[in-house]
């Protein structure tokens, strides 16, 4: 007995043709929307907003490979510098976004990345979160190590040294997440471990 060949008719070819294409265009909607998700709000909103994958990347390059020192030392410059550039100018901005051309002699702080914003009290703040998780680290001037009153909205979770606060959004979800941050920093080679 001869085996039964499956022809294909007109009608079969055009069903099958709008299944592939429908599972082709499903598999391209989930890949594009993945790639968005990852790196998406750096591409289409700019600066200053870092997806879930470069969080962590940020995250490690503040904790584990900045000097601190430097780092807070820079910061306390840009805040002084700030200052004088308003003063010449009389304005009185309460916080500033600093410009990247302006970081230019700030190779700490331009290595870190995220936004440097000044305030009028002499802070200075470097943002690296995005629009789900807020994160960065805050300098204050050298007349005090941690204000009583923040001009910023969040508050200071770690000391990393003496008038630089880590904050991160994720210590108020998780108790336990100091022995995170402890962990990162046990790997900075710059710091020196008590």
């Not at 079969?12 to 709008?18: D, E, F, P, R, W």
């Not at 550039?85 to 970081?103: F, H, M, Q, R, Y």
Request: glycine residues 8%; hydrophobic residues 40%.
């Amino acid at each position: 007995m001869k085996a039964k060949m499956w022809k294909f008719s007109r009608r079969n070819t055009i069903v099958l043709s709008i299944i592939l294409i429908a599972v082709l265009l499903t598999i391209s909607t989930v890949g594009i929307l993945f790639v968005r998700w990852c790196l998406g709000p750096v591409l289409i909103l700019g600066h200053g907003v870092i997806a879930p994958i470069q969080e962590s990347f940020a995250q490690r390059r503040l904790l584990c490979d900045t000097d601190h020192e430097a780092l807070l030392e820079e910061c306390r410059k840009l805040s002084k510098q700030i200052a004088s550039e308003d003063a010449n100018t009389g304005l009185s901005v309460a916080i500033t976004e600093v410009p990247a051309s302006k970081l230019s002699g700030f190779p700490t702080i331009q290595k870190v990345g995220g936004r440097a914003i000044v305030d009028s009290k002499g802070g200075a703040s470097i943002e690296l979160g995005g629009t789900w998780r807020h994160f960065g680290v805050l300098a204050y001037h050298e007349d005090s190590a941690k204000p009583s009153s923040s001009s910023h909205s969040f508050p200071e979770n770690r000391e990393l040294v003496p008038g630089l606060w880590y904050y991160d959004d994720l210590y108020n979800r998780d108790k336990n997440y100091d022995k995170v941050v402890e962990k990162l920093l046990r790997k900075n080679k710059t710091r020196k471990i008590e």
